[in-house]
């Protein structure tokens, strides 16, 4: 169903320019978690205080603001640049100089997947050794998966319990030539990783272009849960839009429900069109869809938050060669709406605590 569809939008296009997603302001470094992370009201160990440290130090990164460097000096950007597939990363459009240009893309998505089992090649980029992600898509695409090198996010060990690597993806893609797709993405892996090690992170307070919920935690809902509900578990995690925890009490039922909460980037189109399986609600004066699934007796409610974010341009190939562009090029735009989606595996807990995130995360009407 569209609901459950990763969405890939291939760039946002938002209305300031690129050069304005950011100042290149200092990385401020964390204190140390006891003294500086939320824990939204439950008492966790240190080493998830750690990985809620790594999520705050994610949301507080503007991604956009790595374009900026030295590194893009030499291809000339879109005009404008912002999320393509989630809060977390940025997408812009790039065109090679010379008499026969070529345009394509590149992304910085700060929270990425950690590689997997079968990758294993590396690379050497900026002294730092990146991954080969698989291609994501055509076969002249390319990806690393960067390390990254957050201060005080360093894998640690508190009480036999280690934290995990925070991961970050960096792609090239809709060239025709996959050197020049490799070429892109080794840039924004320098970029990224000079970045950080020179203390010198883009910072999303600093940006002047913002999106809706970014610098916030899905987690914000736990402290807020009704009078009856209590939080029996927390699963902590560096993912910095998810939240997962388990509530005891009320509606939930004899062994509780499970609660997911996640910010979402959706085509705006179809954040609110219902799609098999779904309708379309009122949650406490706010548009929503609502999908129950009887088998299990679970509901996924989904509100949305914020404008529409400004175009969303999709590639498209185009076989100009003489002084023109090659490579892609924009084709029909698609507005991106971020969305926050809640999942419970009680009905009846959803729709008790759909109302409260609309109203904590400032829901559309």
Excluded at 70 to 95: H, I, K, Q, W
């Amino acid at each position: 169903m569209r609901a459950r569809h990763r969405v890939l939008l291939a760039v946002s296009l938002v209305s300031a320019t690129l050069a304005g997603c950011s100042t290149e302001q200092q990385a401020q470094a964390p204190d140390a978690p006891s003294a500086a992370v939320a824990t939204f009201g439950v008492r966790v160990p240190a080493v998830d205080q750690h990985k809620l440290q790594i999520a705050d130090q994610v949301r507080a990164l503007d991604p956009c603001g790595f374009f900026d460097g030295e590194e893009f000096a030499a291809y000339t950007r879109a005009a404008s640049a912002g999320p393509a597939r989630g809060l977390d990363d940025c997408a812009v459009g790039l065109t090679t100089a010379g008499r026969t240009r070529a345009s394509g893309l590149a992304t910085i998505a700060l929270a990425g997947d950690a590689p997997a089992p079968d990758e294993t090649e590396t690379r050497p980029i900026a002294g730092e050794t990146v991954i080969v992600a698989r291609a994501a898509a055509e076969d002249t695409d390319c990806a690393f998966k960067v390390p990254l090198r957050l201060p005080n996010s360093q894998p640690s060990s508190h009480d036999g319990a280690a934290t995990a690597t925070p991961w970050a993806r960096v792609e090239g893609a809709g060239f025709d030539d996959s050197e020049l797709n490799c070429q892109v993405a080794t840039d924004a892996a320098t970029a990224l990783v000079s970045a950080l090690r020179e203390n010198r992170a883009p910072r999303r307070a600093d940006a002047t272009v913002t999106t809706t919920l970014a610098d916030r935690s899905p987690c914000e809902l736990m402290p807020a849960v009704p009078t009856g509900y209590t939080i029996s578990r927390f699963d902590v995690q560096t993912r910095p839009y998810t939240c997962s925890f388990r509530v005891d009490g009320s509606a939930a039922g004899r062994y509780g429900s499970t609660v997911t909460v996640d910010f979402l980037l959706r085509p705006a189109a179809e954040a609110l069109e219902p799609a098999e399986g779904q309708l379309a609600v009122d949650v406490a004066g706010h548009a929503a869809l609502r999908e129950e699934s009887p088998a299990t007796g679970s509901c996924f409610v989904s509100l949305t938050a914020g404008p529409p974010l400004a175009s969303v341009a999709t590639p498209k190939p185009s076989t100009t060669t003489s002084g023109t562009t090659t490579g892609t090029t924009s084709s029909a735009a698609t507005r991106g709406q971020v969305v926050i989606r809640l999942f419970a595996g009680s009905c009846a807990v959803a729709d008790q605590l759909a109302p409260v995130a609309a109203e904590i995360f400032d829901a559309n009407p």
